[in-house]
């Protein structure tokens, strides 16, 4: 199963979803090819963003921004936007066989409380996705 987190620059909010997923997948026993891209990627993560991760037990391994084309985009079976203009943008493909997006606000400043709610949030909805507690 391949599973794709995309937003608007691929620099916060899908890399956190791509982090999470690959650390609550192994704890759900599954194991899912893990992407994340943006409809326009930044030049890098925000060192905050890495930071963070690192500090509650996330891989920052291979985090980086990537475009619809560095991902296997039309092999995708579960495809997640985590933007508006992901959601806009993205194109249907037959191979995904399940297509949601999830409503995360934009990180506008990069305060350490604002990345932090974001990825409590991005948490809750990966564990919901994996059934994991």
Not at 84 to 104: G, L, Q
Request: glycine share 2%; aromatic share 6%.
């Amino acid at each position: 199963m391949k599973i794709a987190f995309i937003s608007t620059h691929n620099a916060i909010r899908s890399i956190m979803a791509e982090s999470v997923a690959r650390k609550m997948s192994k704890l759900a026993l599954l194991s899912p090819e893990i992407y994340s891209a943006g409809v326009e990627p930044a030049k890098e993560v925000p060192e905050e963003v890495l930071k963070l991760l690192q500090e509650k037990g996330y891989s920052i391994e291979n985090l980086y921004p990537k475009s619809l084309k560095d991902i296997p985009y039309d092999k995708i079976d579960i495809l997640i936007t985590l933007s508006p203009e992901a959601r806009d943008n993205c194109p249907y493909s037959i191979s995904h066989m399940r297509r949601e997006h999830w409503v995360v606000e934009e990180v506008k400043l990069m305060r350490r409380e604002e990345l932090l709610k974001t990825l409590e949030q991005i948490e809750n909805l990966v564990k919901a996705l994996f059934k994991v507690n």
